[in-house]
């Protein structure tokens, strides 16, 4: 006997669910892909403001993973590159432009709060591996 009441499990059951849910945890990627695709000097200049250098070159890596990582997570291949290579730009992103350790009062706060979202992203990135590759398993 399941502890998830039918209502529930009948959404969890349905088919476009996985796909939706894949595409709504990459479409912050996607979204910052495309923008940073459309104006690559102010993605060079957000990535030498973190401090990334050379800029360009961590401007150019962050929008191919971005859109490369989004693709493959939504078509469902290779889930484990595209979203190793999100969660990977997530964590470089978590320690440059999060770093709460540095700051004070609600700068401090606020820092911190989106450190833990960005961990929780990668947290969600690991799972949709794991859920793709025991798909494929099945």
Avoid: C
Avoid at 27 to 46: F, H
Avoid at 96 to 109: I, Q, S, V
Avoid at 114 to 134: K, N, P, Q, T, Y
């Amino acid at each position: 006997m399941s502890d998830t009441p039918r209502p529930i499990a009948a959404v969890l059951d349905w088919p476009w669910l996985w796909p939706a849910a894949r595409f709504a945890l990459i479409s912050a990627y996607l979204i910052g892909g495309v923008q940073k695709l459309t104006d690559v000097s102010g993605a060079i200049a957000e990535q030498a403001h973190f401090g990334l250098k050379p800029a360009a070159l961590w401007a150019v890596a962050a929008i191919a993973v971005e859109l490369i990582g989004s693709v493959l997570v939504v078509v469902n291949r290779f889930v484990w590159l595209g979203a190793g290579g999100l969660g990977v730009l997530t964590f470089v992103a978590m320690l440059t432009a999060n770093d709460f350790w540095h700051l004070e009062g609600h700068d401090r706060f606020m820092a911190l709060n989106a450190f833990f979202e960005h961990l929780g992203l990668i947290a969600g990135l690991v799972l949709v591996s794991i859920m793709s590759r025991r798909a494929r398993r099945a």
